[in-house]
């Protein structure tokens, strides 16, 4: 069975970091792409940040510069470096396989938050 268990999402003051981590079990992430998506309230969840089986990385332009996504193959894990953080940043964000191995299935993602 497909999961992903997302963590490190917090409250940060605008300009703050934070590094999200998903870990994947039930699917080997090294045979897929990978995203970063982001949901707030009222609004369809949004793709933010790609990578492919290669390493090669994709964002939405709200986030290019200030967001990084890495993926450890060996760890079965991905992870999304968020620096200088916005107050539109703030939203539950998850992490899936492109396409979705297991429809319409998402993690419980984790919150982050950013007020000052």
């Given at each position: 069975?497909?999961?992903?268990?997302?963590?490190?999402?917090?409250?940060?003051?605008?300009?703050?970091?934070?590094?999200?981590?998903?870990?994947?079990?039930?699917?080997f992430i090294s045979y897929y792409f990978m995203g970063w998506y982001r949901q707030t309230p009222g609004a369809q969840r949004?793709?933010?940040a790609t990578i492919t089986r290669g390493g090669t990385t994709n964002y939405t332009e709200s986030v290019k510069g200030r967001f990084f996504v890495s993926r450890d193959n060996g760890k079965n894990m991905v992870h999304l470096q968020m620096n200088n953080l916005k107050p539109g940043d703030t939203g539950v964000?998850?992490?899936?396989?492109?396409?979705?191995?297991?429809?319409?299935?998402?993690g419980q993602g984790t919150q982050v938050t950013v007020s000052s």
């Open positions: 069975q497909v999961q992903f268990v997302e963590s490190g999402g917090s409250l940060v003051q605008p300009g703050g970091t934070l590094r999200l981590s998903c870990a994947a079990s039930g699917v949004e793709l933010v964000y998850y992490c899936n396989t492109i396409p979705q191995v297991r429809a319409n299935y998402w």
